[in-house]
């Protein structure tokens, strides 16, 4: 919680629910919201906060959380796998030290606000393992370490992951990842890839894999995104890591195609894993690309609402993490996330009733933004280890 706010204090409350704000009031204590409803509050409201419900950033990479990087790398000499800066850190840091810094990494992600993470977890099963012991609430994507293909790495990764996350078609021999993603879609577990990140690579070799998503598309041509939209792929935009490196996501043209955008905030050592600052840099990039700005509230959720479709279990009881981020004036996303603007993480026990106001603030969104059903092959995905009981298909809703 942001230690400026009173452990105590009322607030006028938008909350964003699928398009549009809905109008009440919240009290919080201690970081925990302990009433909500419709009409005036019955306190003196201290501030005015939107409100985002089970925020998911959509791709990290926490365990580089402790790398400090020199001025001046490119990105192939920072990432580009095997000996990249951050995967030298990776392999010569001892456990100990990476589980600090995922430690870190996670009371971070939670105290901006956001549910989960989905991270590329590199260094194999032990990586997974190390994340999943520190972070259980974590969507953990692993990634081998054997030059060959070898089923029974991927199953010791799946132990403790729930899928994999590949580089990208340029950095590995394309019947590796073949193999890799067969086996991933065998297993009913999630498959995503880093794409056109540093240059253009083959989308049709690409969907070939049948990935869950993939992530950048800096490079990516009007073609590649149309693709990714009628295989119904969502794009996970990382702006401020790319624009480290001279990238541009091209926000407004993934839009304008109609394919699923989620946001991210990419490598630790880069980026706090804070959405609030990540969505400036997306309002301030589609401002640029003279795109529909109010497209940013959507890509909390695309993952959550397509892909994960679970409860995201804080501790021992089931409750909600929002968002809560103050503001001034209208619910518009110029309002919201200002440059410079910070936010706090609430939580909500699920179960209490909730009444709303019928006052909605619709946003000017775009068709291409509204969420598409999810489709048979992405609501039927699950964690390996889990009982085999029918998912949901439906987002969780207090």
């Known amino acids: 919680m942001d230690q400026r706010m009173p452990d105590r204090f009322a607030a006028k409350a938008f909350t964003y629910e699928r398009g549009g704000f809905r109008e009440g ?24 906060l939107a409100l985002f419900p089970d925020v998911v950033n959509a791709h990290t990479h926490c365990a580089d959380y402790g790398l400090k990087v020199p ?11 095997p000996d990249g800066l951050k995967h030298r850190y990776l392999r010569d840091t001892p456990g100990e030290v990476l589980s600090e810094n995922i430690r870190r990494f996670g009371e ?24 999943r012991e520190v972070c259980p609430d974590a969507v953990i994507l692993g990634r081998p370490v054997s030059p060959e293909f070898d089923p029974g790495e991927i199953e010791e990764i799946l132990r403790y992951a729930d899928g994999i996350g590949i580089s990208s078609v340029s950095d590995m021999p394309s019947g590796y990842i073949e193999d890799v993603a067969d086996m991933v879609r065998d297993r009913r577990a999630l498959f995503a890839i880093h794409v056109s990140e540093r240059v253009r690579e083959d ?21 590649d995104i149309l693709k990714c939209a009628e295989a119904e792929v969502p794009i996970v935009v990382c702006p401020g890591s790319n624009m480290y490196f001279g990238k541009v996501p091209p926000i407004s043209r993934i839009v304008d195609m109609g394919a699923d955008m989620a946001l991210g905030t990419d490598n630790g050592m880069l980026r706090e894993p804070d959405m609030i600052a990540e969505s400036s840099l997306f309002i301030d990039i589609m401002d640029r690309q003279e795109g529909d700005s109010a497209s940013v509230f959507d890509t909390f959720f695309t993952l959550s609402r397509k892909i994960l479709n679970r409860n995201i279990g804080l501790g021992r009881a089931i409750q909600r993490r929002y968002m809560a981020v103050p503001f001034e004036g209208e619910p518009l996303p110029e309002n919201i996330f200002r440059p410079g603007s910070s936010g706090m993480s609430l939580t909500k026990r699920i179960g209490s009733e909730r009444r709303w106001s019928s006052r909605t603030y619709l946003c000017p969104l775009t068709e291409a933004s509204t969420p598409r059903p999810p489709s048979r092959r992405l609501s039927s995905l699950r964690r390996p280890w889990e009982e085999r009981s029918p998912p949901s298909t439906s987002w969780i809703r207090p």
């Open 108 to 131: 971070a992600s939670a105290s901006h606000g956001s549910s989960a993470f989905v991270d590329f977890r590199e260094n194999g099963a032990e990586g997974c393992r190390l994340l």
């Open 71 to 81: 001025a001046g790398m490119s990105l192939e000499e920072l990432v580009a796998p």
């Open 203 to 223: 989308m049709d070799l690409v969907l070939s894999l049948d990935p869950t998503f993939v992530v950048h598309m800096c490079e990516a041509e009007d073609s």
């Open 25 to 48: 009031y919240v009290i919080a204590e201690g970081g925990v919201i302990v009433e909500e409803d419709e009409g005036p509050c019955p306190e003196r409201t201290d501030i005015q």
